[in-house]
């Protein structure tokens, strides 16, 4: 048998902007001796990159850590610098941060769904393969990210590392008439997201479970998008001060990305679309919960191939909150607060579309950032993703090496990495013993 | 079969320029832009003919797609990662209308842009994907320099930041060629 006893798929990592990984599996005697998920991770650069650099920069230079996601780093960054300069800021801003963050979730989320994970389900290698034999569907995809890059570029100047966020706010705060011209489209979104619901809910997802200590932000109230204060499965509540007693980030030999792990925890935890669905559903605005009741989602979900199908369900609800704020937005006096500088510290998460993005500064009196330190949902999700690929493969002990490659890469783009972005970021090399 | 009638202009220009600054030579795609504003000039100017849309890209196939869909020219400027390298050495492909096929732009044989892009995904899924929806611009030029490091941090290399001046005159001859001899201006 050659898939049977010993046996390592050794996997190497292709060069990506967005971040680097690899895979490595070690099979002895039918058992899974070791899963490793090799990630290097550009954080780690931009963190040592700040430090002496001036308060009000971050949140440029740190969009620039991750293409699909600046806004997430951008919201994080102002909401720790704002925090140590001891401002907050009122409510049609932070209304306006939601709005811009709510075309982030969308942008990202239907890249995922229709370019990088829905062939996986339907048996193509890749979204190529798939627009050749779809087109209109893929055209779907694509009407969703042009609507959300529209949202984008109206309120951050452009959709790709956006230019108009600033610490206290924006340079410019957008007139309602530019916010109400994209009501239509956004309308239009909104369908083309349910459909989308239903489109994934009819896909067979494999029977699996992931039992990890689910950590995610929540606001009574409404779904957590841009702020809040984090919640786990495992009964912890903390507010962001507190996110580096709780997470505690170490060393592994075999990837530049730390480990995260909660404190006083054996097991590693997850973070991204399962953990705030299954944490915050009941907060679902109405046409969101309706698409996830009719697609069969219950209160919780834990089936990472399912995730999905909640990834759709949050494109609803982006696109749904997008037109309620938009609706009720009124132009701000202020498009920012001033924030001066002090001699503090201060932390920000936000929910990037792949979970929990946390950030710290440590600002001197003169507003130079001494510390800068970012915790991104990828590596805090790395180690929880290796014990599902454990379980995972031990299951599937009799699939050769080239099926079981397979379906680990479309296990893994089941969390969304950004190494996942690549529909091919897996080779495969034998070695048997 | 290029693009769709709804997207068309008459003479739709625009330059893609793939990259990232915070990457080293990965951001000779954003540098081209920059040196292309000074020297076409930004914004509306009643007196320019034509106006060139610049467009900065992560690489992410979708927006490339957006991008160029309906251009009559679209010209993409990326780092490439070759093998052995010899850094800001420049490539040049293109395409013509109706050529827009796998040969014509090599991105399924071995030495197209595929396989070198400093880009796990970009260009030649963006290819892909255009022909696959209907909506490769007419013409297709791309302009590839070979990368010596692509690693985190910020500025290029000597070598390929040498070539940045003769990079963007290329990109210009391509652009002027398409247009003519009328006032070109880059769009706001």
């Given at each position: 048998?050659?898939?049977?006893?010993?046996r390592?798929l050794?996997a190497?990592?292709?060069?990506?902007?967005?971040?680097?990984?690899g895979?490595?599996?070690?099979?002895?005697?039918?058992?899974?001796e070791?899963?490793?998920l090799d990630?290097?991770?550009?954080?780690?650069?931009?963190?040592a990159?700040?430090?002496?650099?001036?308060?009000?920069?971050?949140?440029d230079?740190?969009?620039?850590?991750?293409g699909?996601?600046?806004v997430a780093?951008?919201t994080?960054?102002?909401?720790?610098?704002?925090?140590?300069c001891?401002i907050?800021?009122?409510?049609p801003?932070?209304n306006?941060?939601?709005?811009l963050?709510?075309?982030?979730?969308m942008?990202?989320?239907?890249?995922h769904?229709?370019m990088?994970?829905?062939?996986?389900?339907l048996?193509?290698?890749?979204?190529?393969?798939?627009a050749?034999?779809?087109?209109?569907i893929?055209?779907?995809?694509?009407?969703?990210?042009?609507?959300?890059?529209?949202?984008?570029?109206?309120?951050?100047?452009?959709?790709?590392?956006?230019?108009?966020?600033?610490v206290?706010?924006f340079?410019?705060?957008p007139?309602?008439?530019?916010?109400?011209?994209?009501?239509?489209q956004?309308?239009?979104?909104?369908?083309?997201?349910?459909?989308?619901?239903?489109?994934v809910?009819?896909?067979?997802?494999?029977?699996?479970?992931?039992?990890?200590?689910?950590?995610?932000l929540?606001q009574?109230?409404?779904y957590?998008?841009?702020?809040g204060?984090?919640?786990?499965?495992?009964?912890?509540?903390?507010?962001?001060?507190?996110?580096?007693?709780?997470?505690?980030?170490?060393?592994?030999?075999?990837?530049?990305?730390?480990?995260?792990?909660?404190?006083?925890?054996?097991?590693s935890?997850?973070?991204?679309?399962l953990a705030r669905?299954?944490?915050?559903?009941?907060?679902?605005?109405?046409?969101?919960?309706?698409?996830?009741?009719e697609?069969?989602?219950?209160?919780?979900?834990?089936?990472?191939?399912?995730?999905?199908?909640?990834?759709?369900?949050e494109?609803?609800c982006?696109?749904?909150?997008?037109?309620?704020l938009?609706?009720?937005y009124q132009?701000?006096?202020?498009?920012?607060v001033?924030?001066?500088p002090?001699?503090a510290?201060?932390?920000?998460?936000?929910?990037?579309?792949?979970?929990?993005?946390?950030?710290?500064?440590?600002?001197?009196?003169?507003?130079i950032?001494?510390?800068?330190?970012?915790?991104?949902?990828?590596?805090?999700?790395?180690a929880?993703?290796?014990?599902?690929?454990?379980?995972?493969?031990?299951?599937?002990?009799?699939?050769?090496?080239?099926?079981?490659?397979r379906?680990?890469?479309?296990?893994?783009?089941?969390?969304?990495?950004?190494?996942s972005?690549?529909t091919?970021?897996?080779?495969l090399?034998?070695?048997?013993? | 079969m290029?693009?769709?009638?709804?997207?068309?202009?008459a003479?739709?220009?625009?330059?893609?320029?793939?990259?990232?600054?915070?990457?080293?030579?990965?951001?000779?795609?954003?540098?081209?832009?920059?040196?292309?504003?000074e020297?076409?000039?930004?914004g509306?100017?009643?007196?320019?003919?034509?106006?060139v849309?610049?467009?900065?890209?992560?690489?992410?196939?979708?927006?490339?797609?957006?991008?160029?869909?309906?251009?009559?020219?679209?010209?993409?400027?990326?780092?490439?990662v070759a093998?052995?390298?010899?850094?800001?050495?420049?490539?040049r492909?293109?395409?013509?209308?109706?050529?827009?096929?796998?040969?014509?732009?090599?991105?399924?044989?071995?030495?197209?842009?595929?396989e070198?892009?400093?880009?796990?995904?970009?260009?030649?899924?963006?290819?892909?994907?255009?022909?696959?929806?209907?909506?490769?611009?007419?013409?297709?030029?791309?302009?590839?320099?070979?990368?010596?490091d692509?690693?985190?941090?910020?500025?290029?290399?000597p070598?390929?930041s040498?070539?940045?001046?003769?990079?963007?005159?290329?990109?210009l001859?391509?652009?002027?060629?398409a247009?003519?001899?009328?006032?070109?201006?880059?769009?706001?």
């Amino acid at each position: 048998m050659t898939h049977r006893g010993d046996r390592t798929l050794a996997a190497a990592g292709l060069a990506r902007v967005e971040g680097e990984g690899g895979m490595y599996v070690r099979v002895s005697d039918g058992r899974v001796e070791q899963v490793r998920l090799d990630i290097y991770e550009p954080p780690r650069f931009f963190e040592a990159f700040l430090a002496g650099r001036s308060y009000t920069e971050p949140p440029d230079i740190t969009a620039r850590v991750c293409g699909i996601c600046p806004v997430a780093y951008q919201t994080s960054a102002c909401q720790a610098i704002e925090a140590a300069c001891g401002i907050g800021i009122p409510g049609p801003l932070a209304n306006l941060r939601r709005l811009l963050y709510c075309g982030e979730w969308m942008s990202s989320h239907a890249l995922h769904i229709y370019m990088l994970h829905a062939p996986d389900f339907l048996g193509y290698p890749g979204a190529v393969e798939f627009a050749r034999e779809h087109r209109e569907i893929v055209e779907r995809g694509l009407s969703l990210r042009r609507a959300a890059c529209t949202l984008m570029e109206v309120i951050g100047g452009r959709s790709i590392h956006p230019v108009n966020v600033r610490v206290g706010g924006f340079f410019r705060a957008p007139r309602a008439d530019e916010l109400g011209r994209l009501a239509g489209q956004l309308r239009q979104a909104l369908d083309l997201a349910v459909d989308t619901v239903r489109w994934v809910a009819g896909f067979d997802f494999p029977d699996f479970t992931s039992d990890h200590e689910l950590l995610a932000l929540q606001q009574p109230g409404s779904y957590p998008i841009e702020r809040g204060t984090l919640v786990s499965s495992g009964g912890l509540a903390f507010p962001a001060a507190e996110f580096e007693q709780h997470v505690i980030e170490e060393q592994v030999p075999h990837s530049t990305a730390l480990h995260a792990r909660l404190a006083d925890r054996e097991r590693s935890y997850l973070t991204g679309p399962l953990a705030r669905y299954t944490l915050n559903s009941r907060w679902l605005p109405a046409a969101a919960a309706a698409a996830a009741r009719e697609a069969g989602l219950g209160p919780e979900c834990r089936n990472p191939f399912q995730s999905i199908v909640v990834r759709a369900v949050e494109m609803v609800c982006a696109a749904e909150e997008a037109l309620r704020l938009i609706d009720a937005y009124q132009e701000p006096d202020s498009s920012f607060v001033p924030a001066e500088p002090r001699a503090a510290t201060g932390h920000g998460v936000s929910e990037a579309p792949r979970g929990v993005l946390y950030h710290r500064y440590e600002l001197d009196a003169a507003g130079i950032v001494r510390t800068a330190r970012i915790i991104p949902p990828t590596s805090q999700n790395q180690a929880a993703i290796q014990d599902d690929l454990r379980g995972f493969v031990q299951d599937r002990l009799s699939l050769d090496d080239e099926r079981l490659t397979r379906e680990c890469e479309q296990a893994i783009r089941n969390y969304d990495p950004c190494i996942s972005c690549a529909t091919h970021f897996l080779t495969l090399r034998v070695d048997r013993a | 079969m290029t693009g769709e009638a709804g997207h068309r202009a008459a003479h739709r220009v625009v330059v893609i320029g793939v990259g990232n600054e915070f990457r080293r030579d990965d951001g000779i795609g954003p540098e081209v832009l920059s040196r292309l504003r000074e020297h076409l000039g930004a914004g509306p100017d009643a007196e320019a003919e034509t106006v060139v849309q610049l467009v900065h890209s992560d690489g992410e196939p979708a927006g490339i797609v957006e991008a160029w869909t309906g251009a009559s020219l679209a010209v993409v400027v990326d780092a490439v990662v070759a093998d052995p390298p010899a850094p800001g050495r420049l490539h040049r492909l293109a395409t013509g209308q109706g050529a827009t096929g796998h040969g014509a732009t090599g991105h399924g044989g071995p030495a197209g842009p595929r396989e070198v892009s400093s880009h796990g995904l970009g260009l030649g899924e963006a290819i892909g994907l255009a022909e696959a929806l209907g909506r490769m611009p007419d013409h297709l030029v791309i302009h590839a320099v070979e990368a010596a490091d692509t690693g985190h941090g910020i500025g290029l290399t000597p070598a390929v930041s040498a070539a940045a001046g003769g990079l963007t005159a290329a990109v210009l001859r391509d652009v002027r060629a398409a247009l003519g001899s009328g006032s070109v201006r880059s769009a706001p």
